[in-house]
DNA sequence: TAGCCGTGGAC
DNA sequence: TGTCCAAGGCT
């Protein structure tokens, strides 16, 4: 290792004792570490999520659930419904199943390995647990450290083949002390300085390390593979109403909107379009379309609306009151189609 | 391993 | 408006 790679992480984390942001989830530096259980949290909610999109969830869930134990307890049907708008849903469904795991054993396992048993921690949130919770040392690699890291080395190898590289770095400039304020200050860093569009070099504290930056086109790393173009779906959902309620079915499986609440659709999914066949007989009325980018396709869903005298026949779902759809628990396409349907009755 | 899986903000 | 992206995991 050279000389300049052993200061990285003591210049990172005097940069951290300055910097540090203050969040919901976070102990600031120097101070005891946070509940595993929030940490744990806090970490499952931020996977490809935003601080800003996480901090009113995690404030929802804390009230809600205080400790593991009461959010073990909880009907897995409220915990879906209370992640609703926050998206990737079987992270919920994992976070389940988690809280009964350790529930049931009386604590989070404290070893990386034994976190990264759990369902829904894969090698980056086992490790950010067992640093941030524990004090363990791990190697915390996620989009902010891949991106630091690769600027800091100018590693001009494309992701994802670049994942091994940026490990082998990401380990050599881990210190043995404060690993979780390390990796934490690799996350403030990549976030509000070295960002992916316009970094700000001069507030750098490791810019006289920084390879990319000496090549002056440091927002050119990491270099990426191209991303296949999003196809264009449609669909139809259909808003079933009988005496001031509204028909919702949960969805099965573990394909996409699993487990949550929704409206009864024609079959459409992101590989291919609905057939625009209701569910039941009705006088259906259309009340527009909701446009709604998934990961991988764009969807355009009309929306159809019939007012049935009893309940759709073999199917399963149930009569849900107009005036509480709030707390159904509609993901935000259904949010959307619901908001549409009830415009236009 | 590469595809699947949400959402909203930034540009 | 469209594209990219964000503290990834699972299969």
Partial sequence: MTASMDMIGGELL??????????PWRALPGKPAPDPYRVWLSEVMLQQTTVAAVKPYFAKFTQRWPTIADLAAAPEEEIMAAWAGLGYYSRARNLVKCARVVGEAGAFPETEAGLRELPGLGVYTAAAVAAIAFGRRAVVVDANVERVVSRLFAIDEPLPGARKAIREKADAITPDARAGDFAQAMMDLGSGVCSSRNPVCSLCPLNAHCEARKTGEPERFPVKAQKKPKPNRTGTAFWIECAGHVWLETRQGNGMLAGMRALPDDGWTARSDGTGQPPVDADWQAAGAVRHTFTHAHLEL????GQVDAAPAD????????????????????????????AGR
């Fill in 14 to 23: 005097a940069w951290y004792d300055r910097h540090a942001r203050d969040l």
């Fill in 302 to 305: 009309s929306v159809k609306i």
């Fill in 315 to 342: 199917r399963e779902g149930q009569w849900w009151p107009l005036g509480e759809l709030g707390e159904a628990g509609l993901p935000t396409l259904y949010a959307k189609a619901a908001q549409l349907a009830l």
